[in-house]
């Protein structure tokens, strides 16, 4: 099965600054390659400072004709934008899986998820309601209205190329800001493809701009918007210290920032649970994307009474996984990202064992006929894992499930919150009771209750903690992209 696309032009290998489809400032380029061989199969351009400064001055040029556009055109543009995705979700699809490795269906499937955030904010833009606040004296007016921050700097993670990216920039042109934006260094071209689609729906020149960067020059690309007073907000996924040093140097030009960082989510199973739904919760929680995502369980807590039968049909499960490249239909693990990957999986499956856990499915690379490259790992199951071991401090951001045994509820609350990180938590009970107390107790942003699939659109994405602050999606997700202005007109009486 092919993963190249339909429309060769959804791959333009350039960046776009204001109108103008450009290579690098110095002409480098950064190779793009498919984490199912390592096989370099595309480039782009290798962005550099003068390139990141020149979409600023196009994304600063363009912010006060684009804050002027009614917010019900914007919205026409932005549901063009929407549409023109999901007519091309079969080849976004497949430039997701080829850069990303996710299997196709998940490719598909993603592009839908990026359209869903598009669409809504599209309605969002549309209801960017402001307030009239009664006044405490007479012959006053006072006012408090939403406007949009200015020029925004995007700066996206790889596990969702194309999702990632939408739930950034929807709401940031929603709300009538202008962008700025850098992809992953490992997924560049589901973002070039979104932003020429974005292009073609309506989205004038400067008012959304990309870079695209090697590992190595990212920081000087990223430098140049911290630096800059006129970019006004930062938005960004990925890890726990990165954030923090986007948060420390942003402090000098005080801009709003969004960070979606780090998660180590705990997923609990009472002995009250239904435990086939359990099972089934964990697997779409822990295999999505094969285990590579923020909200992925980290750390699997059974009660006693559950915890052999539960890890006996987990154990099935796990093993009965199908891992091949996402070129293959029947994939439903995918490689991963790359080798850095791969070695921390098995860094943490390595110290896992060797402080006491046992693995009951999978915990090796996988290297065969259908798994052939260097980034496959088995979908694996330990158990005996405790708060010692590295799989429990930190993400493995892999298809890894370290289960411990627990007592108590009491027991099992104290060990889920014992962490730095807040972002996701999941249980499952039947006790409503219990459900709302656990709820109440866990220390994160989002909280699963006998599901395991919790995003949407319409939902509020974001976490505690080290795990950052700002929502993604929902109505919140449009007022990380405003501030309040206040308008009091006196002299009325
Ligand atoms: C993430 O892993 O950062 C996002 C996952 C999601 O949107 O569900």
Redesign the pocket.
Known sequence: MTLEPERKDLMPGLQLIGAEWREASDARRLDVSDPASDGVFASVPDGTAVDARAATDAAHAAFPAWRAVPAKQRAQILKRWNDLVMAHQEDLGRLISREQGKPLAEGRGEVAYAASYIEWFAEEATRANGEIIPAPVTGRRMLALREPVGVVAAIT?W??PA??IARKIAPALAAGCTVVCKPAEDTPLTSLALVKLAQEAGVPPGVLNIVTASRERTPEVVDAWLDDPRVRKITF?GSTPVGKHLARRSADTLKKLSL?LGGNAPFIVFDDADIDAAVEGLMAAKFRNGGQ???CPNRVFVQSRVHDAFVDKLAARVGALRVGPASDEGSQIGPMINARAVDKIERHVRDAVSRGARVVAGGKRLRDARCDGPNYYAPTVLVNADSTMECSCEETFGPVVPVTRFESEAEVIAAANETPFGLAAYFYSTDVKRIWRVADALESGIVGINEGAL?AEAAP?GGVKESGYGREGSVHGLEDYMHIKYVCQGGLA
């Open positions: 993670p596990n969702f999702a990632m996924t979606e995502t923020c909200v995003a994405f």
